[in-house]
C-alpha cells in the first residue's frame, strides 16, 4: 500500500506538465537559474608567512616567525579556491610551479613555557649553546610524501641580543638573544600546492619544533 500512494504525487505531477502544455514547461525551465559557483581568493602580497612554537625538553621554549620570498613572484600570486579545485595565477596567466628559488628568513627568540604569572628572570632561557647544538631540516611535502629540500644554503646568520628588561639596573638577569637566517632554497619544478616543511631536532634527536609555509 505504501508504494501505491508514493507514485500518486509523482503522477499527478507528470499530469499536471502535459495539462499546461509545452509552453509552460519552457517557461518553468527558463525560471531556473544555475547556481553560482564560490570563489574564494587569496593574495600572497609580501611573501608566505609562518609561525611556530618550539620546545627543549627539560629546557626553553621559543617563537619561530618566518617569512618566504621570491623577489616580486608572491606579490603578484593570487590563488583561486573553487569546490573543483584551487588555481594560482600571476595576473591573467596560471602558474603551478614555485619559481627557480626561493628565500627563507627565520626570527627565532625564547618564550614563556606557560603564559601564568611568572617572575621576570625565573624562567628558563635559550641559550647560544643550546641554539648552537639544534639542527634544522627542510622538508617538502606533498600529500604525507616528505622529500628533503637539496642544496639549500645560507645566505644570512646573526645573533643579537634583545633589551627587553624594563630595569635597566637588573644587571643579574641572563641575557636573551634573537636568532637570525635566511636560507636559499632552490625550489624549480617545486607544485604550488606542496608545503615547505621546517623540522628542528635536539643533538639527542627529540623534535623541539615542527612548522610549514604552505599557500
Known sequence: ???????????LLAGSILLLGPAAAHSQKKN??????????????????????GGIPSGACFRINGRVTSGNFFN?????????GTTFKLGSEEVTKFPDRIALTLLIH??????????????????????????????????????????VSVAHFSVDPLDTYTDTKATDLPQRYLWSYEFVIPSAGVPLTDSLVLIFRTSTGHMAARVAARL
Not at 500500500?1 to 503522477?11: A, N, V
Not at 531556473?32 to 611556530?52: D, M, R, S, T
Not at 603578484?76 to 573543483?84: A, G, H, I, N, V
Not at 639542527?135 to 622529500?147: A, E, F, N, Q
Request: with cysteine; proline share 5%.
Open 76 to 84: 603578484q600570486l593570487k590563488s583561486y579556491d573553487t569546490d573543483e
Open 32 to 53: 531556473k537559474h544555475p547556481k553560482k559557483e564560490k570563489v574564494q581568493i587569496e593574495n600572497y602580497y609580501g611573501g608566505v608567512f609562518l609561525v611556530g612554537d
Open 1 to 11: 500500500m505504501g508504494s501505491r500512494f508514493s507514485r500518486i504525487p509523482s503522477l
Open 110 to 151: 625564547d618564550e614563556p613555557c606557560s603564559y601564568g604569572l611568572q617572575a621576570v628572570g625565573t624562567g628558563v632561557y635559550l641559550t647560544q649553546e643550546a641554539m648552537s647544538t639544534m639542527k634544522l631540516s627542510l622538508y617538502w611535502k606533498h600529500g604525507v610524501d616528505m622529500r628533503p629540500a637539496q642544496k
